[in-house]
């Protein structure tokens, strides 16, 4: 990826992004730093945040998406979204274990949707 001929450097999209915050390096530690090479633009939660505070108005989204369309996605995302799809959840949980965790927090029991419906809702049939 070239670095953007707009971005100054600033460092502005690093101190607001939230994988930084927790110590991750998102796609903006690039932007922070054409040189460094420790980050990831499958980090981003997609919170739009870097783009609503960067001065330059620098489009930092649709870099990132340019990024990971030029990447295979690391393992387990091809896995996470098969799980949305069949069940809604990308970390599936059975029935039980989800009412039993919901219990400790007295919270009442759900029902999880029937598998297949996400994908059913999705395919507009
Ligand atoms: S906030 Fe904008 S100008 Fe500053 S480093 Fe990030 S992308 Fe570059
Ligand atoms: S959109 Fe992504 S890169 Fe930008 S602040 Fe949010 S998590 Fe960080």
């Known amino acids: 990826m070239k670095h953007p001929e707009a971005c100054t450097q600033c460092g502005t999209c690093v101190s ?30 997609s919170c739009h945040r870097c783009e609503e505070s960067c001065p330059e108005g620098v489009p930092i ?9 030029h990447e295979q996605p690391p393992a387990g995302y091809a896995a996470a ?18 009412n039993q965790m919901r219990a400790t927090w007295e919270l009442e029991r759900v029902t999880l949707p029937p598998p297949g419906l996400v994908r059913k809702l999705l395919s507009g049939k």
């Open 16 to 45: 607001v992004c939230p994988v930084e915050k927790v110590g991750g390096h998102a796609f903006v530690t690039f932007l922070a730093d054409p040189e460094a090479t420790d980050y990831s633009a499958w980090l981003c939660t």
């Open 81 to 98: 979204i098969e799980a949305v799809l069949a069940c809604g959840e990308s970390l599936q949980v059975s029935q039980e274990d989800l």
């Open 61 to 69: 989204y649709a870099l990132i998406m340019e990024q990971r369309r």
